[in-house]
């Protein structure tokens, strides 16, 4: 037995592997030792032989209650992902597994990587609408890179799209995927009328850095980018003040940021209804929004989610809140399980990538049906 876990966006610590039923293995801290729930390691065995996999420290985990019902997913080609039987006891996550190769990559959820970021910035720049812009560096010296779609037509909407903020939501650069392939596509008449509508400006990974060490939540500095937005700054959040930077140059006209929930089984979005300026037009458009990707996607739904800020109590460090608040635009932060949706469960690979990009697709045709609006 074996277990490499020296790879982009790895993460566990080995404690014991001497026993194949009793492999007991602790995930490790974000920097900060805050947050902690991401892992993703490969495991070397005997095909045909069964093995116990026991994350000990499970049981202090950022979001306990993310483990009620989660399966891990696992994969021998690092393509198709598929769930493990996985049970929460005693403090502990017990996975179990049947190796039918030599060696299977296990995780939290499908890893995004680093090098695959790269391939889907590089290939989408080859589009005509398309091009890059350098923003800066992070703390590890990673660039942050924004995408520019669209003609530059002044008397067009600017709408911002960002994703994974908290670098182990890899659910979100997958949506990222889904929604840049139909943008970009020639045949796709929601693409071209979004992008006859708007100049879209697009984030792909704002947190490269904790992405590549493995993190759950944070940045290299263990700063949780979510609630940087007030008031960033280069030594701790260069990723947020770099891109809040450019949105106030840029104005905002319509903004989306795509999160990973660990807790709630179903899509769904928190919008900005506690923002101090939240008024009748930003409430109409909200409900606009909602109905329109309720139309476009039987994956998403409105009866579950976060609660609802009290008028004027929202948090204005999270992104959604302020950018509402600053633009008095359109803003939603949206979200998608770890676990299944259990409004359209799929009990072999629960919520996955291919699902993440779906639903990036059917947020395409629901941010054109809203553009004119915004």
Known sequence: MRINHFFDGANIDVVAIEDPQNIQLKIKPDVGNEFFQWFNFRFEGQVGKSYK????NAGEASYVEGWDNYQAVASYDRNHWFRLPTVYENGELKINLELECDSIQIAYFAPYSYERHLDLIAEAQTHPLVS???????????????????????????????????PGETMAQWWVEGFLNSLLDHNDANGRSLLAKANIYLVANMNPDGSVRGHLRTNAAGINLNREWLEPSMEKSPEVFL????????????????????????NFLAGPEGVPRYDSIMAERQKGFSDALLAASSDFQ?????????????????????????FGCLANTLEMPFKDNDNM????????????????RSCLIALNNMMAKC
């Open 53 to 56: 996999l026991n994350i000990i």
């Open 132 to 166: 890059q812009e350098f923003l800066g560096h992070t703390l590890d010296g990673r660039d942050m890179t924004l995408l520019k779609i669209g003609d530059g037509d002044e008397s067009k909407k600017n709408l911002w799209v960002i994703a994974r903020q908290h």
């Open 243 to 266: 891109v809040r930077q450019k949105m106030l140059e840029t104005g905002v006209d319509c903004f989306l940021d795509v999160h990973g929930d660990e807790a709630i089984p179903y």
């Open 302 to 326: 409105t009866a579950y989610g976060y609660d609802v800020d009290d008028p004027g109590q929202a948090n204005l460090t999270v992104a959604t809140n302020w950018v509402a608040q600053q």
């Open 345 to 360: 469960p799929d009990f072999v690979s629960g919520w996955s990538p291919e699902r993440s990009a779906l639903l990036g």
